[in-house]
């Protein structure tokens, strides 16, 4: 069992910034790619970074230069630092990783809670 647990979304004024994190824990042999996606209301859930363990990043066209994705391997956690935030990046935010884990090696993907971020004009 692996739990997923998201903090630091909010509510922020258009161009300021926020910087969610998310958590893994439990059973967790290694976690090769985390990311975040979100989902605004009316619309499907989209990508919007993610980041192997090697420190590899791959990032949505929308957010390229505003969002920088970063992990702490050793935590087991993930951060998303958003600048410049506009109103269209009003969503609920997921987590997102894909484990091993350490009872028996298999291999599972697991979503945060979501955690929301408000940006007003």
């Known amino acids: 069992q692996v739990q997923l647990v998201e903090s630091g979304g909010g509510l922020v004024q258009a161009g300021g910034s926020l910087r969610p994190s998310c958590a893994a824990s439990?059973?967790?042999?290694?976690?090769?790619?985390m990311g975040w996606y979100r989902q605004a209301p009316g619309k499907q859930r989209e990508l919007v970074a993610t980041i192997t363990s090697g420190g590899s990043t791959n990032y949505a066209d929308s957010v390229k230069g505003r969002f920088t994705i970063s992990r702490d391997n050793a935590k087991n956690t993930v951060y998303l630092q958003m600048n410049s935030l506009k109103p269209e990046d009003t969503a609920v935010y997921y987590c997102?990783?894909?484990?091993?884990?350490?009872?028996?090696?298999?291999?599972?993907?697991?979503w945060g809670q979501g955690t929301q971020v408000t940006v007003s004009s």
């Open positions: 439990g059973s967790v042999l290694s976690i090769p790619d």
């Open positions: 997102y990783a894909h484990v091993r884990l350490s009872r028996d090696w298999t291999w599972y993907d697991y």
